[in-house]
């Protein structure tokens, strides 16, 4: 079965994006100009995204191509009028029983790339494998969380940490569902 990996930048209160859904803090971050924080060798272990409609538009938007042309790219989404486009395709209904019949399929690992209700969900259903969490040197305050219920609790296993240059820590959790 394939794993369910979730790579993600997160603020050091926890949130994946401001109050109006934006990334742009971290562009405030001093990254290093050679420094991708490990992205082009997660990108090869993918073959597959899922993400939220949310997160998919806030990808659409940004001032570039669209960066998972190679990948097949899964949207969960409440609304029933979405079915498929040129990058993607909408998952309107059963996102659990989809999710689950997709990480039997033959292939890579996923990427979850967020954003907190489709995190949740794949927590929730005991689906989520693996997660790469960049801690960024940068409070938000009030934003997205990383997670959207706070009721939920999960036992995660540190199986490694670094620390860049620029402040930014990843740590790596295995996802331990007892």
């Known amino acids: 079965m394939r794993k369910l990996v979730a790579y993600i930048a997160i603020s050091l209160d926890g949130k994946i994006a401001d109050a109006e859904g934006g990334v742009g803090w971290l562009d405030t971050i001093n990254h290093p100009k ?3 924080y490990g992205y082009s060798a997660f990108i090869e272990t993918i073959d597959t995204t899922v993400m939220g409609n949310a997160t998919y538009q806030q990808v659409l938007g940004f ?7 190679e990948q097949r790219n899964y949207v969960f989404t409440r609304n029933q009028n979405l079915k498929e486009d040129e990058y993607a395709t909408f998952i309107t209904s059963d996102h659990t029983k989809r999710l689950k019949e997709i990480k039997q399929e033959q292939g890579k690992d996923i990427w979850l790339i967020g954003g907190g209700e489709v995190n949740t969900l794949c927590l929730k259903a005991s689906l989520l494998d693996e997660m790469i969490v960049h801690v ?3 409070i938000v305050g009030k934003g997205i969380p990383i997670f959207s219920d706070a009721e939920l609790m999960r036992h995660l296993e540190l ?3 670094k620390v860049y240059s620029s402040g930014v820590m990843e740590l790596r959790y295995k996802v331990n569902y007892r």
């Open 34 to 36: 050679d420094e991708d």
């Open 63 to 69: 001032d570039m191509p669209f960066p998972y042309k």
């Open 136 to 138: 960024m040197p940068f």
């Open 159 to 161: 199986t490694s940490s």
